[in-house]
């Protein structure tokens, strides 16, 4: 028998449809290190000197005890590269510039299907873009983020970091440091660097490359349960609905 047509039914239909979109989308966009960051220990001054070998491992941490402040442009221009920073900043701008969290992201396996292109060995993702499009959570933001003393300075920080300034409208920024641009960077920052007066070599790396290698599989997982989780809700609302007002959609 077919099922009678209704208002109610296609409305139903449509916002489900909608919902469904909203969490596919927020699961590909969703910072995952906001969530990680909440459980994640400190990196302090003690632990990075305990180490037995540094190779900038630790940018991207949450920053803890003894990590020196980085408080004006001077100092960053300055710096030769070497040590931690961390600072609290009041604002934080987002650049039209993203870059491949992990080089081992850049390769995907396609395949041929006749004459047409479907899998072909091994095809690179470009390490940078102007857009992220679907493959938005392999990548991260390049944003502004603005010094102590006012200045701004381009910086490749976690997205998790940008969403607790949103909420909050201050953060205090993970332990980072200052490195020189590579020859992408440049090109993909160029129109930054002369529209904000940005120095034109140096860049603070604020995202912690090692951590996402090692807990890629936890990122997949918090991702598919912001998926589950806005699912979950819109159902549990709709059962609330159906509750309160006596009416079941037939779906």
Excluded at 17 to 35: H, K, R
């Amino acid at each position: 028998m077919r099922k009678k047509w209704s208002v109610a039914n296609v409305v139903f239909n449509v916002v489900t449809t909608i919902v469904i979109l909203t969490a596919s989308y927020l699961a590909v966009v969703f910072p995952v290190n906001f969530v990680l960051d909440l459980f994640w220990e400190k990196c302090g001054k003690d632990k990075i000197e305990s180490a037995s070998y540094d190779y900038r491992q630790f940018a991207g941490l949450p920053a803890g005890e003894g990590i020196p402040e980085l408080t004006s442009i001077e100092q960053y221009n300055n710096s030769n590269g070497t040590g931690y920073f961390t600072f609290r900043t009041e604002d934080i701008v987002p650049l039209e510039a993203y870059r491949l969290k992990s080089s081992s992201d850049a390769m995907d396996t396609k395949y041929r299907r006749g004459k047409r292109l479907v899998s072909s060995g091994i095809t690179r993702w470009n390490t940078y873009g102007k857009k992220a499009g679907f493959k938005r959570y392999l990548f991260n933001r390049y944003y502004l983020v603005k010094l102590p003393d006012g200045n701004y300075v381009a910086a490749f920080l976690d997205d998790g970091v940008y969403l607790r300034y949103c909420l909050t409208g201050s953060v205090q920024l993970p332990v980072g440091y200052i490195e020189f641009m590579d020859s992408g960077e440049k090109k993909l920052l160029a129109p930054y660097i002369e529209e904000y007066k940005l120095h034109e070599e140096k860049i603070l790396n604020m995202f912690c490359e090692e951590r996402y290698e090692k807990y890629k599989i936890l990122n997949y997982i918090v991702l598919i349960a912001v998926w589950a989780l806005v699912l979950t809700v819109y159902f549990l609302l709709l059962m609330l609905v159906e509750r309160v007002f006596g009416h079941k959609v037939d779906t």
